[in-house]
């Protein structure tokens, strides 16, 4: 994008993609790159401000992710974070140890007055740590400008200079005023003038797809979810015609979910585009017959999808393009973001088999965050229920189904899950809670219902609260309002004596199951 922009050097951590997030929150443009990117490149690009990431390695290792020190003296304002903060000291002769103790969670942080990116904000607060290495020298010419009880130096400055260091994480929401510190350097430090909106990412989005696709015809594979929903808008203003939304039943979709899908998006819907809905629902089913493990049922379900679509071209005529609703933390988890490791296989991106049958991919949300696609979507005048949809993996409930799927099972969780969106709703919760959703286990066990014994399977109820979808914590759902989903489930779902709630956060968990 042709604007003023900031750009974020990956050396590999886990909340590498919610530093760019935190930029964006500034309405100041960001892109991700590799620490391998050339210096002529990051030169040529010009940019406002660099920030480096956090990373698992220690820096003064020869074997670990580094740049040159010639990147300190570009003139261009940077900023280090945790790893990056300490590869910062270690290139300009400072020094870096590992300590007896490392710091890890919410941390006690006390700021100093004169601390350039803490304008503004209480001297003593909160931060999120994540860190064994820490820095124990700073560099000439640097400053210590924050302290911890076990990190003596968690923040050092060169103002002269414009290079800043930070041990701890300020984008992620534990560390308060952490997009404060954020928002201090890309407006204050880089004098970044935030002219990057929604309103200009889909006007210039618009016009990329026109210039790419030209008269060519673009295949959308449609999930009806809020991603695949705002790609199709943005698609339809773009080329309107020209684009074929091929909307997939596999058969592991929520509880009525195909006809929905049908009725917002299909010849009656208020989209105008081509629409061809495909049920192939014993397909997926005979495919997906005795496999169990997560990783293969995504891979399995991934490479339908292709297939299904290239027969469907075929039927079509030439298509030129397929495009696709992948998100940025769909990227991230496929370890194709960058240098993070790999999470899990999303199926619209580690799920691409060998050979596609089209001349690229197309991919409009690809540097999206969930909340920042809900934002183009009311950008797009998609209706808000639609919008604010409860967010569904393109696996679907294959990955809600531990173990093996089969159509006995898809009936379960879909009953199951219907119940507790039904009762989510009606206590008033269901625009308040991140995500929720029933997922089946592989758990059987023994019963007692209407005085005799039963064998069978056991349910468990999922609900976050998140941002960026990058990392979450449990809802804090009222109990009666668990007990009336536990006991709707028990009694209206055949095959269900137990209903569990999942309190697990992410990380260490994930968001679902599989």
């Known amino acids: 994008m042709d604007q003023e922009k900031v750009i974020v050097i990956d050396f590999g951590g886990q909340y590498n993609q919610l530093v760019a997030r935190r930029v964006r929150e500034c309405n100041v443009y960001c892109e991700i790159y590799s620490y391998k990117i050339d210096i002529e490149q990051i030169k040529e690009m010009n940019p406002k401000g660099i920030i480096l990431t956090g990373g698992p390695n220690s820096c003064y290792q020869e074997d670990s992710p580094s740049y040159q020190k010639e990147l300190f003296e570009l003139g261009i304002p940077v900023l280090g974070l945790c790893y990056g903060a300490q590869l910062m000291m270690h290139k300009l002769g400072g020094k870096v140890i590992t300590p007896e103790v490392g710091e890890y969670g919410k941390t006690q942080i006390h700021y100093a007055e004169n601390g350039v990116l803490f304008k503004d904000m209480p001297q003593d607060s909160i931060c999120w740590m994540s860190h064994f290495d820490r820095i124990s020298e700073i560099a000439p010419g640097f400053e210590n400008v924050a302290w911890t009880a076990d990190c ?22 534990h560390t308060v005023n952490g997009t404060q510190m954020i928002y201090n350097f890309v407006r204050g430090v880089c004098g970044c003038q935030g002219t990057w909106r929604m309103d200009s990412f889909v006007e210039n989005t618009v016009k990329e797809i026109r210039e790419k696709v030209g008269d060519g015809k673009v295949l959308l594979a449609l999930s009806g979810g809020v991603d695949s929903s705002v790609a199709a808008g943005l698609l339809s203003r773009a080329i309107g015609k020209q684009l074929t939304c091929v909307f997939v039943d596999h058969g592991l979709l929520r509880k009525d979910e195909g006809d929905e899908v049908e009725a917002v998006f299909g010849p009656n819907g208020q989209f105008d585009l081509n629409f061809i809905r495909v049920n192939a629902q014993e397909r997926y089913y005979s495919q997906l017959a005795g496999v169990t493990e997560p990783e293969r049922k995504r891979k399995i379900i991934g490479e339908e999808f292709i297939r299904v679509f290239e027969e469907e071209a075929k039927k079509i005529g030439a298509v030129d393009f397929l495009a696709q609703g992948t998100i940025y933390p769909d990227v991230v988890e496929s370890g194709l973001g960058g240098e993070s490791a790999v999470i899990k296989s999303h199926h619209n991106v ?19 965050f969930k909340d920042e696609v809900r934002k183009a979507g009311l950008e797009l005048g998609i209706p808000e229920k639609l919008v604010f949809r409860q967010p569904f993996p393109g696996p679907g409930l294959g990955i809600r189904i531990i173990g093996e799927v089969t159509a006995e099972k898809v009936r379960i969780v879909q009953d199951a899950d219907a119940i507790y969106r039904e009762e989510i709703a009606k206590a008033g919760l269901d625009r308040s809670i991140g995500q929720y959703f029933a997922a089946l286990t592989n758990m059987r066990s023994v019963g007692v219902m209407g005085d005799e014994r039963t064998y069978d399977y056991a349910v468990a109820l999922r609900a976050v609260n998140t941002v960026d979808f990058m990392t979450a914590e449990s809802a804090e759902i009222p109990f009666e309002v668990l007990q009336t989903v536990m006991s709707r489930i028990i009694n209206e779902v055949k095959g269900v004596n137990r209903v569990f709630y999942d309190l697990t956060s992410k990380p260490p968990g994930t968001i679902e199951f599989e």
């Open 152 to 173: 003596p130096i968690a923040a050092t400055q060169n103002v002269e200079k414009n290079l800043y260091a930070i041990q701890f994480h300020p984008e992620v929401l």
């Open 350 to 368: 580690g799920g691409l088999p060998d050979f596609v049958d089209f001349k690229e991919i197309i991919e409009p949300l690809r540097n999206l």
